[in-house]
């Protein structure tokens, strides 16, 4: 047998030729993962940032509505029971500048 028949008749039986890919292919695909491992770190780490600044901007807006909320100081009723519709403005009055000192208004 020649050798093209015997290259052919390896191609039948199925056993594959021995590959060992060349310094260069290694390189290369060690090369591509640390790119995409660098692609994913710096994806979550812009994720992580924008995430914070939306949050600062949320705080922000809820800073603003909460001093619009308490910038008239509601006075504690003497007599809770001659108006109880005082006493609720009152703790809703405290809950909003509890809430201020929670956001770090």
Not at 21 to 34: D, E, N, Q
């Amino acid at each position: 047998m020649d050798s093209a028949s015997q290259d052919h008749q390896d191609k039948l039986s199925g056993t594959p030729p021995d590959i060992i890919p060349g310094k260069r292919t290694v390189l290369l695909f060690i090369a591509s993962i640390g790119i995409a491992v660098l692609l994913v770190v710096a994806g979550v780490a812009a994720a992580v940032y924008q995430s914070g600044q939306t949050q600062a901007n949320s705080n922000h807006q809820w800073c603003s509505v909460m001093k619009l909320l308490t910038a008239n100081p509601v006075a504690k009723p003497s007599d809770p029971n001659a108006n109880p519709s005082r006493v609720f403005a009152y703790e809703l009055y405290k809950d909003f500048r509890s809430i201020e000192v929670t956001f770090g208004c």
